[in-house]
């Protein structure tokens, strides 16, 4: 994302970007010079901006990118081999490599990855747990953990069989083959592919749409296709009519069937 790309931006630290904008939250890596590779201490850092982010009411949508060539390459190689227990490995991946996915399976906002360039072991998995993914063709994925000797540890194993099927999930994590963006979209991996260039206007395109709708009806009706595709028909019927009578009582949709009504842009205040 380039500098003049939203207002209100701030550094957290060197490692990460903050910005803020028309109710969206931009995160973007920014160790450029090592491909965005992350350390625990810039995950436990994203994992505090999501959370703040998630109990935030202005902000309605976030995206997740990277600064420079590379959306992410995962876990900082030069950084690793160096905890000296087996109990000291797993607490480290349980409590910091793993407070991503764990804390965003709390955030009912909508998250859009915006693959700017290559996503690799731990930085493809980011990309994976978000809810929509938007890549320039400039783009390459991979599952490359196998290479190192070692196990998806962030979640690839979960997601990437659930967007694109077990074979060729299993395919790209036993390989550790690059796929290319393209090819990505085909099978499903991300939504969009489009050219370098336009790859900011997709993204934000998508975020802007989302964030002009009601927030509560955007944000329950992302929990309960999660919830729904977790359970049985029944189960998820049974949520669905919770639901939807209580979304029928909200200030928000009533504002939207009176917009509606009167042929004009609802303002909504997610209540």
């Not at 701030?10 to 973007?28: C, L, R, Y």
């Not at 997740?64 to 160096?82: H, I, N, P, Q, Y």
């Not at 036993?174 to 206007?201: M, S, W, Y």
Request: net charge neutral; charged share 25%.
């Amino acid at each position: 994302m380039s500098p003049n790309q939203s207002t209100g931006s701030h550094n957290v630290s060197d490692a990460i970007k903050v910005s803020i904008k028309d109710h969206i939250g931009t995160i973007m890596f920014n160790r450029p010079e090592s491909r965005n590779a992350f350390t625990l201490e810039m995950l436990e850092e994203c994992s505090s901006i999501l959370a703040g982010f998630r109990d935030d009411p202005e902000i309605r949508v976030i995206v997740l990118t990277g600064a420079g060539e590379s959306f992410c390459s995962g876990g900082d190689v030069k950084k690793m081999g160096r905890v000296t227990t087996v109990a000291e490995r797993k607490s480290d991946l349980w409590k910091r490599m793993q407070s991503v996915p764990k804390m965003l399976a709390t955030v009912d906002k909508p998250v859009i990855a915006m693959i700017n360039g290559d996503a690799v072991g731990g930085g493809m998995d980011i990309a994976l747990m978000c809810d929509i993914r938007v890549a320039s063709e400039k783009a390459r994925f991979s599952q490359a953990y196998v290479r190192l000797g070692l196990v998806p540890g962030d979640g690839g194993a979960f997601f990437l069989a659930r967007l694109i099927g077990l074979g060729r999930a299993l395919e790209l994590l036993l390989t550790g083959d690059f796929i290319e963006a393209r090819k990505a979209e085909q099978f499903g991996l991300v939504n969009h592919c489009v050219p370098h260039a336009e790859l900011e206007e997709k993204a934000y395109g998508i975020a802007r749409k989302i964030a002009a709708l009601p927030p509560l009806g955007v944000q329950t009706t992302k929990r309960l296709t999660y919830e729904s595709f977790q359970n049985d028909m029944i189960t998820a019927l049974e949520l669905a009519s919770s639901q939807a009578a209580i979304m029928s009582t909200t200030d928000d949709h009533k504002e939207a069937v009176a917009a509606f009504r009167e042929k004009r842009k609802g303002t909504y205040k997610g209540a």
